[in-house]
């Protein structure tokens, strides 16, 4: 059964900071592509930054982030994460950790972030 298991949400005052992690498990991680999604309320799902499974792993980011969020992987734990910082007011949404490779698409739960003074 692949699971993918996003923690480390919450409640920070703009122009702070939080970490996001995505632990997997049920796939072979490293042969996997994985990206960070966010969904604002009535708004639509957006990619915010992927990681490839390369020796090198090469990462993207959506032009809005403005480098202020970095995308790393960590193939001996399974795991994804997310380092935000200077968080703004519109960067809360729920964000999901996804994986692309030889089966699925596989998706996380979700995580709520909440940029609010």
């Known amino acids: 059964q692949v699971q993918l298991v996003e923690s480390g949400g919450g409640l920070v005052q703009p122009g702070g900071s939080l970490r996001l992690s995505c632990a997997a498990s049920?796939?072979?991680?490293?042969?996997?592509?994985m990206r960070w999604y966010r969904q604002a309320p009535g708004k639509q799902r957006e990619a915010v930054a992927t990681?490839?499974?390369?020796?090198?792993?090469?990462?993207n980011y959506a032009d809005s982030l403005q480098g202020r969020f970095t995308i790393s992987r960590d193939n001996a734990k399974n795991t994804m994460f997310l380092q935000m910082n200077s968080l703004k007011p519109e960067d809360t949404a729920v964000y999901y950790c996804n994986a692309e490779g030889p089966r699925g698409p596989y998706w996380g739960q979700g995580t709520q972030v909440t940029v609010s003074s």
């Open positions: 990681i490839t499974n390369d020796g090198r792993p090469r990462t």
């Open positions: 049920g796939i072979i991680f490293s042969l996997y592509t």
